[in-house]
């Protein structure tokens, strides 16, 4: 660890001690509660990573223990970090009554201490009172949030209650409240039996202890049997179209979520030097007996508490398998927006059946999201704003739409300004909507002439009445589309992904130019914003997702991480790191490739690709014209058959795969069934950051789990 290194760990801490990440708008009760105890706990962290740092320090220290110390550092450089953000992300969202991105966020937090873990185990030996600090500063922030995952379980249960699901209830109800009490027990008794070799009664705490650790039987007993027969049911492909899986999903994750807080007690309390010290602690015990009782007892203790995390990682093991299998299932009930070719507007959440209402209008342009304050709720209230389909004078206003469970109808109305006038929202060319800083409010951004303007709609004061922002940026040529997303993320084995490239990037905002332009506007807010190359000459459209920005023309698409489109802003790289994809499959028919060359006369255009909208849950939907070739016998005198070309309108979806590294991209396209469209818009579902975050914390814990 460099000096560098050292600095910003230590402004991290002292970050941590004066409560500078903490949110201002938390309760003020529940704020000094808690940044009070946490100040404290990251004040000890301070203490003993200085300690540490003096000892890495020391020239008479071993080589040996150098290395020990130096590796605990760095894994404390990469845990840090992720605590802070996690615990940042589980406030806010709490806070907003987001459950859903809270216990996805606390999630985080756990898998953060991963590489804490890792280090403990290649060094060998009790780890010091530095990871000792961390992780009870962290079991203090799983403790203030645990018991906020109840009211999603209550709306849960109202959900299938309403649903007559009363089987499936019964069994994620009782599973998700006996992991909830499991849970909350371990935490007292890893906190009980910290404190036993120091109080009156030793023996009965360690026993007391033992007793909770024992409660839930991850191998057989009812609990976990109960929740398997839930994961049983979420994998019956039968089950995956009834409107309460997503529910259930939801649920199942988040129970387990709970039992791997538990599990991160349990670990916690066996790797600290925490066991060192009660072992010394009952050494000094008077009584020769009672040393060897208390002795006894510690061993018995720590047995169990290493079985339980044993088994649990075979049943981590066992549940990974089965959350990989219901991977394709979950993208296939996101929220799915289609304009068809009748203008009308279509939504349904089972994409590949093709099974979508009707919701009427007229647009040409399609941009949905769900304000804040439904996030993560099982039935959120919709919002899309589409632009009228006629596009001459009088006929081309914009519209905000509102559209609520059970999604068979919309309410739309015009959008104006503050004042009432239209003007502003006449002749868009397109407009984008995303989530508002503020419980109900969504953002809007649209594209005029050659300007990007933003400005915001509080739905509950006004759904069609817009306010400025103050945003708005003019560009060098007609903006044809716009996408913005707001904390756009990296993936750690990006290339581009380069020390702070999004750090002070809380936005981007992308607009795409005129076919004859070559290039695309960034900006990403603090006076960075500029021009990049696309991947080829001209193109048709935009899309975005939180870790990519796509572009698209009528024959192909590509997509660059936007590290890699910020690097090409920042002048680092000549152009942002493309990987193309030519769907010639989707876009040409056996007929197409077998008869094109009996055509007589000139092929016209491909109208290919007219619309592509990447989803946060890893999928893709399209809408296109395939090209063909149909043979037609005309009427007399001649009757030879003549060949000519077509085009047949379909839709999409797709799982993709990129190799950062090797700028290649792998897309497995579905058809969907019945339906046709010229615009296509998916929102994931509801629970698909909780459902995201849950494997990748499963696979984290995995190798610490198994050391054991």
């Not at 962290?45 to 290395?67: A, C, G, H, N, T």
């Not at 906020?148 to 209550?154: C, K, M, R, V």
């Not at 615009?679 to 975050?693: G, I």
């Amino acid at each position: 660890m460099n000096d560098t290194q050292y600095e910003y760990l230590l402004k991290m801490m002292e970050a941590m001690i004066e409560k500078q990440f903490l949110p201002p708008y938390m309760d003020p009760a529940d704020k000094a509660l808690f940044e009070a105890e946490l100040s404290r706990k990251a004040n000890n962290l301070k203490i003993q990573f200085l300690k540490d740092w003096k000892k890495y320090r020391d020239e008479e220290i071993s080589k040996e223990d150098r290395q020990k110390i130096e590796k605990k550092l760095e894994n404390l450089a990469k845990a840090l970090p992720g605590v802070t953000k996690g615990t940042l992300s589980a406030i806010t969202a709490f806070k907003n009554g987001d459950a859903i991105s809270g216990s996805a966020a606390i999630m985080d937090i756990c898998a953060s201490l991963a590489p804490l873990l890792a280090g403990l185990s290649a060094a060998g030996g009790p780890p010091g009172m530095l990871v000792g600090a961390i992780f009870s500063m962290v079991g203090q922030i799983l403790s203030f949030f645990a018991p906020q995952s109840e009211s999603l379980t209550s709306k849960i249960e109202k959900l299938l209650r309403d649903l007559k699901a009363e089987e499936t209830q019964q069994d994620i109800t009782t599973v998700h409240q006996a992991i909830r009490v499991y849970a909350s027990s371990l935490r007292q008794a890893a906190r009980r039996a910290a404190a036993a070799m120091g109080g009156d009664k030793p023996l009965l705490d360690l026993m007391v202890t033992d007793e909770i650790i024992k409660a839930i039987n991850p191998l057989e007993g009812n609990t976990v049997t109960l929740f398997r027969g839930v994961t049983n049911w979420l994998n019956e492909p039968k089950n995956q179209t009834l409107d309460l899986w997503p529910a259930i999903l939801s649920a199942a994750c988040q129970a387990w979520a709970d039992m791997m807080a538990a599990a991160l007690t349990l670990l916690s309390f066996v790797h600290t030097d925490e066991v060192e010290n009660r072992y010394e602690t009952a050494k000094k015990l008077t009584d020769p007996k009672e040393t060897r009782r208390a002795e006894k007892a510690l061993m018995k203790l720590q047995a169990h508490v290493i079985a339980r995390l044993v088994i649990f990682k075979a049943d981590n093991d066992l549940l990974l398998e089965i959350l990989q299998e219901l991977v394709p299932a979950a993208q296939n009930r996101g929220m799915f927006w289609m304009i068809g070719e009748n203008a009308r507007t279509y939504a349904g959440t089972h994409i590949k059946q093709g099974v979508f209402e009707n919701l009427g209008g007229e647009g040409k342009s399609i941009s949905a999201v769900v304000p804040r304050k439904d996030i993560g709720s099982p039935r959120p209230t919709y919002y899309h704003v589409g632009l009228e389909s006629w596009g001459t004078p009088g006929y081309d206003r914009t519209y905000i739409s509102e559209i609520k469970p059970p999604y068979t109808s919309q309410d739309s109305k015009q959008l104006v300004d503050e004042n009432g006038k239209d003007d502003p929202f006449r002749g868009l060319s397109d407009i984008w909507a995303e989530p508002g800083d503020q419980l109900n409010n969504i953002r809007l951004y649209t594209a005029k002439g050659k300007a990007i303007t933003g400005c915001g709609v509080d739905v509950e004061k006004g759904m069609n009445k817009a306010r400025g922002t103050g945003y708005a940026q003019t560009l060098k040529a007609d903006v044809k589309s716009v996408r913005v997303l707001h904390h756009p993320q990296a993936f750690l084995n990006d290339p581009d992904n380069t020390p702070g490239i999004l750090t002070g990037a809380d936005y981007c905002v992308y607009g795409g130019l005129a076919r004859e332009n070559s290039e695309i506007y960034v900006d990403i807010g603090k006076g960075k914003s500029g021009y990049v190359p696309s991947p080829w000459g001209g193109y048709d459209g935009l899309g975005v997702d939180r870790h990519y920005l796509w572009v698209f023309g009528s024959g192909s698409f590509a997509c660059a991480t936007h590290a890699s489109i910020m690097r090409c802003l920042k002048g680092e790289i000549n152009r942002p790191r493309w990987m193309e994809h030519w769907p010639k499959d989707i876009l040409y028919t056996q007929e197409y490739n077998r008869d094109k060359n009996k055509v007589l006369g000139e092929e016209k255009p491909l109208k290919g690709l007219v619309d592509v909208c990447p989803c946060d849950d890893g999928t893709l939907v399209a809408a296109l014209y395939k090209r063909t070739v149909t043979l037609t016998y005309p009427s007399l005198p001649s009757n030879y058959p003549l060949h000519s070309f077509g085009d047949i309108n379909a839709l999409y979806t797709a799982a993709y795969h990129t190799d950062l590294k090797n700028k290649t991209i792998r897309v497995d396209w579905t058809k969907i069934e019945v339906s046709t469209g010229i615009r296509v818009h998916k929102l994931p579902v509801f629970c698909w950051s909780l459902f995201e975050s849950l494997p990748a914390m499963l696979d984290r814990l995995a190798p610490e789990l198994a050391a054991l």
